[in-house]
């Protein structure tokens, strides 16, 4: 959470090698405390006095993909590409609340189901960000650019909040040429109402002048500005109770001594002074009861201070470590070099090799950076791997309620991530990057039976999911809610059709040989007329009131559903009708069967125009492209094939599905068709050449129903296992 401190030191580069042998020599600050390098883990004892912890010496591997304890699926299957350009701060909003209200908290159990939530980029001017960090009420992340700007996100709008400009000079071209910045440290009050953060003189070479300026978030305007006399700044904390700021400062880089300034809050009076020897306060944080600061140093060493009576409790350390962060008990103290130490005894506990290490707010998990991401089970002790980064991740950090996990990798790329809630919760996800797709939304409905069929409503606020109950689930798609279950139907679903916006009309084909028709808000009717289970149905789009259904009677029926009466039945397949779709016109019917053949109707007439043969087993589903000229079907042959609608003729043949293919749609623009199938698996299809575009391999069980959304920018994707995902299209 602390500046990366920089200053010229070519004048200086003997005396710092000089000074480097010293404090090699004798252990830094004061008496050589640094521990030997054994290794223990810590078993906890129940006694009257509470709970003890006793440690016995283990052998620790250094975390190396070779040696994992125990490996996870990496997470976050999607890779990114760095930017031409840095991208600007001020981006469009991510969506309305880039975070879900119910994630679960990150744990180990868990770990391997991260998910992306959010991603943006911000200019760091060539050099590295700070460590992310989450306000108090968990609604606004910060992160601070070498540019001399804390950038706020307000993570329920999903985009900027604010910048806060840290210089003092005037800003140029040239700044960074001409005057020498760091990012700066900066760190939210418990309240979450202020911001402090360290400022700098942008005309100095050497940034050695330096302030502490205060933001109140609700206003954001000039901030009050602490100057502790010449005093360089560079760290800074707030204490739990939010009644103390402690700023952490380097005095003189050629004396070698440093100071800690203490703050009442929010009078910003000063009330003492703790002198620290060793170069510069570089991280700052209070223990969890607010009596005690822990501050490293630039050189490796970790103090901890009395705040009462500013008496020097202890030091630990060894010798670069500078990030660090206590666990939310209390009990164990983190050190950026890979370090855990028992904060009761002064013990250290475990040395792993890292870079940068977080507690989770539960205390049952700690990051650990090295290369790439990973998590100690602070309870087993395992290694998860969590992700293989394809850019290098340079600092983490856990939202106050856990369930967020924020990364900042070298280059500027800020990405939140989380896990789903079972049951009935979604996962928000959205990356902005150059892929074709990205999970959306995940919705999970259970209790309801097993998923059969998705549809969205023409306008695209519903979306209508099909059950084996018998049951019928309804989803608004703005408000990412679940609206309500439709019953009614005493056996399974097979298909869901849905007609007109807010005033909708849903049909249901169900295995209890009934058509349904579900009035939003008009009532329904049941429709009565096939001789056996009811397997599709599909509204008319010109001719309002109007559609069809298909059977086991091996009829395709055409309906009034005002007049409950039966306009046409079409007959001519010698097995089960398993799928219909209308022509955009409305002036054609495709019916597909069970006896391996798709037939093409003329509604008006009831002609059977043409009978489409090449699968070698049952036709599962029909759907025309948006220009009316092609006609695709899918069969449990595990293909899918594309016809000439005007002649019949087939066109190709897409293969790649290793099992059979439930169902398959268009996007708006005819270009594209998505698939669905027992594999587990959803393909985008590149109709003119029939290439495969992507797998979408984020279902764990057979895909029963895609569509696209009319405005062709989402697919929905049901599984069998009742998991509803909506995948993001980008142009």
């Known amino acids: 959470m602390m500046p990366r401190y920089r200053v010229n030191i070519i004048p200086y580069l003997s005396f710092i090698l000089i000074i480097s042998i010293f404090y090699a020599a004798c252990g830094g600050l004061g008496t050589d405390l640094t521990p030997t390098p054994t290794k223990v883990i810590p078993e906890t004892t129940e006694t009257a006095m509470g709970t003890t912890t006793a440690f016995h010496t283990v052998q620790v591997k250094t975390p190396t993909p070779s040696d994992r304890l125990q490996t996870s699926t990496p997470l976050g299957s999607t890779r990114t590409s760095l930017p031409e350009q840095p991208a600007t701060t001020e981006s469009t909003p991510i969506s309305s609340s880039i975070l879900p209200p119910d994630l679960e908290i990150i744990t180990p159990r868990n770990v391997a189901l991260l998910r992306p939530l959010a991603r943006f980029t911000i200019n760091l001017g060539g050099y590295r960000p700070s460590d992310p960090v989450f306000s108090p009420d968990g609604r606004i992340l910060g992160v601070a650019s070498s540019l001399g700007e804390v950038i706020l996100w307000d993570l329920e709008q999903g985009k900027v909040y604010k910048t806060l400009n840290t210089l003092f000079g005037p800003r140029s071209e040239g700044l960074l040429e001409g005057g020498y910045v760091t990012h700066p440290g900066f760190a939210f009050s418990p309240d979450s109402r202020f911001v402090a953060a360290v400022m700098e003189d942008s005309t100095s070479n050497t940034s050695d002048v330096g302030a502490v300026g205060l933001w109140k978030l609700d206003v954001i305007d000039e901030p009050r500005v602490l100057e502790p006399s010449w005093l360089m700044s560079v760290s800074i904390a707030f204490s739990p109770d939010g009644n103390l700021l402690v700023i952490g400062t380097k005095d003189c880089f050629m004396c070698g001594l440093s100071r800690m300034i203490l703050y009442e809050f929010p009078s910003c009076e000063e009330i003492r002074t703790i002198e620290v020897e060793g170069e510069g306060v570089k991280d700052l944080a209070f223990t969890p009861d607010g009596r005690t600061i822990v501050a490293s140093g630039y050189f490796g060493i970790v103090g901890l201070w009395n705040v009462d009576n500013c008496e020097l409790i202890t030091k630990m350390g060894q010798p670069m470590s500078s990030q660090i962060d206590i666990s939310p008990d209390g009990n164990m103290l983190a050190i950026g070099n890979g370090s855990i130490w028992d904060l009761n005894t002064g013990e250290i506990i475990l040395s792993l090799e890292a870079t940068q290490m977080i507690f989770s707010p539960d205390g049952r998990m700690l990051t650990v950076l090295h290369d790439d991401l990973w998590f100690l089970d602070l309870t087993t002790w395992d290694l998860l791997h969590g992700l293989d980064a394809e850019e290098r991740i340079q600092a983490t950090a856990f939202s106050p309620d856990g369930r967020i996990l924020a990364t900042v990798s070298e280059h500027g790329i800020v990405q939140l991530w989380g896990v789903p809630t079972e049951p009935d919760r979604y996962l928000a996800s959205l990356l902005l990057e150059p892929e074709k797709v990205s999970e959306i939304q995940i919705l999970t409905q259970h209790g309801v039976g097993n998923a059969t069929d998705v549809t969205f409503s023409p306008n695209g606020v519903l979306l209508a999911v099909g059950h084996s109950n018998g049951r019928l689930s309804l989803w608004d798609t703005d408000l990412i809610k679940y609206l309500r279950e439709l019953q009614g139907h005493t056996d399974w679903v097979y298909r869901v059709a849905l007609k007109g916006g807010t005033a909708a009309t849903l049909a249901s084909a169900s295995k209890d040989g009934t058509l349904r028709i579900w009035g939003f808000p008009s009532p329904g009717a049941t429709l009565l007329g096939h001789d056996g289970e009811v397997t599709c149905v599909d509204f008319s789009p010109t001719e309002y009131g109007v559609l069809a259904s298909g059977s086991e009677d091996q009829t395709v029926k055409i309906w009034n559903m005002y007049t409950e009466e039966e306009i046409r039945s079409l007959s001519g ?86 099992d059979w293919v439930y169902d398959i749609d268009f996007s708006l623009n005819g270009r594209m068709l998505a698939s669905g199938s027992k594999d587990g698996t959803v393909i985008l299809w590149d109709v003119v050449t029939g290439e495969q575009l992507n797998v979408l391999r984020s279902h764990s069980a057979a895909i029963r129903g895609v569509d696209f959304s009319p405005d062709g920018h989402f697919l929905a994707s049901i599984s069998q296992d009742g998991r509803l995902i909506i995948w993001g299209l980008n142009p």
């Open 573 to 658: 397949h010698t097995s089960w009708v398993w799928g219909i779709d209308y022509s955009p016109d409305g002036s054609l019917l495709a019916s597909a069967s069970a006896d391996e053949t798709v037939k093409i109707w003329d509604v008006e007439t009831g002609e059977e125009l043409h009978t489409l043969r090449g699968h070698d087993a049952a036709v599962w589903q029909v759907v025309f492209s948006p220009d009316g000229g092609i006609l695709a079907s899918a069969s449990w042959d595990d293909t899918i094939k594309l016809w000439d609608v005007n002649s019949g003729t087939e066109l190709q043949t897409l293969s790649g599905h290793s």
